[in-house]
């Protein structure tokens, strides 16, 4: 386009000095007023630099716009990965939220079969029996605490000291809701444990009373039992725990001349 623009203007530039030549020549008297030719090539000069600034920014101008698309493009590739980005971080929200829900359900599924099943008792390697006192300290859990025990080789089940007994139903089963002490503050502990059956005991007047069965974790020594614990208020004795022979029957022996023989063992872990 700049070509055809320079090429017609040349040509009219060419039409006018040849009306000026023959103009001039009628004019003998002036011979050197003009110099048609010095006039022509600086025309022509003037032209041709005219002509190299127009195409110049012309593509000044077309390096722009191409710049100016190319960086149109990359922001707007910018802002579509910033959005793929923002989607990737929203799905591993969800799945962090789904993780942490399937811990917790699995967390309760655990405690729920823990509640229902006895457990095999954990000897830490050893075969042989554990020597028990008349008195030994337990653990149990919950609610994770350490009391004093009376071991009774002639009572078939172990029982804990209840206080406050509250039977309600939950998810269509029978728990029961009741409070130990805290030997060390004399606070009330509550619990809450799923009534396994009832068992009538026979109290010191002749009359027999309703009590509640629950499965209790213990350890005593290296022993780590999950077993049925009858719930009766205890208050009058000096142990808050009375272990039976559902406990110590095939791991333990006992000798009554001896007192706090054994202490609970934890592993590394715990």
């Known amino acids: 386009m700049l070509q055809k623009l320079y090429d017609n203007f040349m040509k009219t530039i060419a039409v006018f000095f040849n009306r000026s030549n023959t103009a001039m020549m009628k004019f003998t008297f002036i011979p050197n007023l003009f110099n048609t030719d010095r006039l022509m090539r600086r025309l022509k000069l003037l032209t041709l630099i005219t002509a190299i600034a127009l195409f110049s920014s012309g593509c000044a101008m077309s390096q722009f716009k191409q710049r100016e698309a190319v960086l149109n493009q990359q922001q707007q590739q910018l802002g579509e990965q910033q959005q793929l980005l923002q989607k990737e971080n ?20 655990k405690k729920s079969l823990n509640s ?104 005593l020594g290296n022993m780590d039992q999950r077993v049925r614990m009858t719930l009766t208020d205890r208050s009058e004795f000096k142990n808050q725990v009375l272990i039976g022979r559902n406990f110590l029957r095939d791991f333990a022996n006992v000798d009554v001349s001896k007192k706090f023989v054994s202490k609970p063992v934890f592993d590394s872990q715990e």
């Open 90 to 109: 929203s799905r591993l929200t969800a799945l962090k939220a789904a993780l942490s829900q399937e811990k917790m359900r699995l967390s309760v599924l």
């Open 116 to 219: 229902v099943t006895d457990e095999p008792p954990s000897q830490a390697g050893s075969n042989s029996h554990v020597i028990v006192g008349e008195l030994e300290y337990v653990y149990i859990s919950p609610p994770n605490i350490l009391l004093s025990a009376r071991i009774d080789t002639g009572a078939k089940t172990s029982s804990l000291n209840a206080l406050d007994l509250t039977e309600f139903e939950r998810d269509g089963k029978l728990h029961v809701r009741f409070y130990i002490i805290n030997p060390d503050t004399n606070e009330k502990i509550e619990v809450i444990r799923r009534v396994i059956r009832h068992v009538k005991i026979k109290e010191h007047q002749g009359e027999s009373k309703s009590r509640p069965v629950v499965r209790m974790r213990i350890r």
